[in-house]
């Protein structure tokens, strides 16, 4: 069992950065894969990024690929979306997902935050 919570979100310009951060607790952090979701106002919830429990393989959904990045510290159970080059549409509450298996199907992902808000202005 793994529990997350996310933190770092918040109002930003476009163009701007932020660093999202996710906490997990448990012993088996370094055994499961890590993800990155998002839902928009009236959306639904979306793939944003995915990494391996190493770290050595990472995944972007295609509007975020050159913008933000996905990492992970097995020794400090975090993960950690940087994010670049902001724009109004990436504003969504992010969430941080954990599964033993690594899809872009939210509902297929067993652990999940709580969710941190982030806004991008124009």
């Known amino acids: 069992q793994v529990q997350l919570v996310e933190s770092g979100g918040g109002l930003v310009q476009a163009g701007g950065s932020l660093r999202l951060s996710c906490a997990a607790s448990?012993?088996?952090?370094?055994?499961?894969?890590m993800a990155w979701f998002r839902q928009g106002p009236g959306r639904e919830r979306e793939f944003v990024a995915a990494?391996?429990?190493?770290?050595?393989?990472?995944y972007y959904t295609d509007s975020v690929k050159g913008r933000f990045t996905i990492s992970r510290d097995n020794a400090k159970n975090t993960m950690s979306l940087q994010m670049n080059s902001l724009k109004p549409e990436d504003t969504a509450v992010y969430y941080c997902?954990?599964?033993?298996?690594?899809?872009?199907?939210?509902?297929?992902?067993?652990?999940w935050g709580q969710g941190t808000q982030v806004t991008v202005s124009s």
């Open positions: 448990g012993r088996t952090f370094s055994s499961y894969a």
């Open positions: 997902a954990a599964d033993f298996f690594l899809r872009t199907d939210a509902r297929r992902w067993s652990h």
């Open positions: 990494l391996d429990w190493s770290g050595g393989s990472t």
